[in-house]
């Protein structure tokens, strides 16, 4: 008879932000008058820009002729023409050589930062932040390189790394041997980012161990800083032991649209096998690739209209984000994150748990935000909230907070 996958048996109950929805859900059905404002789940709310568009409608109206109509990508890596501006606008500048052969297209970061684990063997250890992106830690289990959960929800086998006040979020690298390192910056979900310096104790580790590092900059457009590296490979050495994750979707609101990208440097290899051979050879047999419309939406964001339009839609979220950080801090919260990145690590009142916060948020003011204790143990006592709310949304909520 047919059986199931038992590492999916080892999971908790459920995925995070479904458990969000069912509490709202059940609030709202008790509440069907009241209005919830939602900044738990990192969903963005301004429109696609008129260059992304504007893009799309061009590549609509090709679809529609027989002359220019496009089927498969027969590369199975994306077309050449948005790997091409992705290597000279997010690399170049910042004094990285990528070859566009090395970046490949996908849907989304969320989706390649769980099946890259695809490609390394089931005796990989695996280190995470505590708190972490959940995805991390539930694709690890469901690959089968941990054992069960013990009380406090970590998974024997795994290496969980704190990101605490004490260190300003951003974890060192473990004292044991580790193979596979997730590694978030600007973090997701304490907003925190990492230094050149500290970036580079990673490399220096990966290499000494000759570990990979796992590296999901999805937020990177976020960063206020210029001297704030944007990508793991402006760090030295970076090449030989790093891949990076990265997507359109908070940066160009594309949640909704799909597109993403994964940079695979030919350099990084285990032994005399490249990962970047494996990583094609995994995509183009379990996926058929990008639209050929939604693709050159996102060659569009790299246009000079483009560039200036995301950047006034960033600049709508950091300002919601700067609020919240200021209004917050006047009503006495503890608040971090939310200078480089979408995200707001508040701290709960002293002695409230996290979803005890949740609850006392939902049912008191309609608010609803994300409990730190499901990004880890180490989140328990804290609150992510999200920028990417209306502007309006955001007000309300904070008078909200005030009234509290």
């Known amino acids: 008879m047919a059986t199931v996958n038992q590492n999916y048996l080892k999971l908790k109950a459920g995925y995070l932000f479904p458990e969000i929805g069912r509490r709202v859900r059940a609030y709202k ?3 069907p008058e009241a209005r919830i404002i939602r900044m738990g789940i990192g969903d963005v709310t301004q429109p696609l820009v008129p260059a992304v568009i504007e893009g799309m409608h061009r590549a609509v109206d090709q679809m529609s002729r027989q002359e220019t109509f496009r089927g498969y990508d027969d590369s199975g890596i994306g077309y050449e023409f948005l ?4 290597a000279e606008h997010d690399y170049k500048p910042r004094g990285v050589d990528i070859d566009p052969d090395e970046i490949i297209i996908s849907d989304g970061a969320k989706s390649d930062t769980a099946n890259i684990q695809e490609l390394f063997g089931p005796e990989n250890v695996v280190a995470v932040a505590d708190p972490v992106y959940p995805v991390y ?3 690890s289990v469901m690959a089968g390189r941990t054992g069960p959960a013990d009380e406090k929800g970590r998974y024997v086998g795994l290496v969980y790394m704190p990101a ?16 596979l390192i997730y590694l978030c ?7 925190a980012v990492a230094t050149r310096g500290q970036l580079a104790r990673w490399v220096e580790y990966a290499k000494a161990e000759e570990a990979v590092i796992l590296f999901d900059a999805a937020y990177e457009a976020f960063i206020a800083d210029h001297s704030i590296p944007h990508s793991i490979y402006e760090i030295p050495g970076a090449r030989e032991v790093a891949i990076e994750f990265r997507s359109f979707s908070k940066t160009a ?9 994964t940079v695979v440097p030919r350099a990084l290899k285990i032994g005399d096998v490249e990962l970047r051979s494996l990583w094609i050879r995994r995509q183009t047999t379990k996926f058929n690739g990008v639209s050929y419309i939604t693709q050159v939406g996102a060659a569009a964001v790299y246009t000079p209209e483009g560039q200036a339009q995301i950047r006034r839609t960033i600049k709508i979220y950091m300002d919601n984000a700067a609020r919240i950080r200021q209004k917050l801090g006047q009503l006495g919260y503890t608040v ?17 748990g996290s979803w005890e916060f949740f609850d006392l948020l939902l049912e008191r003011i309609q608010v609803v935000g994300t409990p730190g204790v499901g990004f880890g143990p180490m989140g328990e006592g804290f609150l992510r909230l999200t920028a990417f709310a209306r502007p309006e949304d955001v007000d ?4 909200r907070f005030a009234r509290l």
């Open 29 to 31: 059905q008790a509440h």
């Open 253 to 261: 609101g594309f949640t909704g649209v799909r597109c993403a990208f």
């Open 137 to 139: 830690v539930d694709t």
């Open 185 to 191: 910056f600007p973090n997701n979900p304490t907003g």
């Open 336 to 352: 971090y994150g939310g200078i480089h990145a979408p995200y707001i690590w508040l701290k709960t009142p002293t002695g409230m």
């Open 164 to 179: 605490t006040e004490a260190n300003g979020f951003v974890p060192e690298p473990p004292e044991c041997h580790v193979d």
């Open 396 to 399: 309300e909520a904070l008078d």
């Open 83 to 86: 790997r091409k501006v992705i």
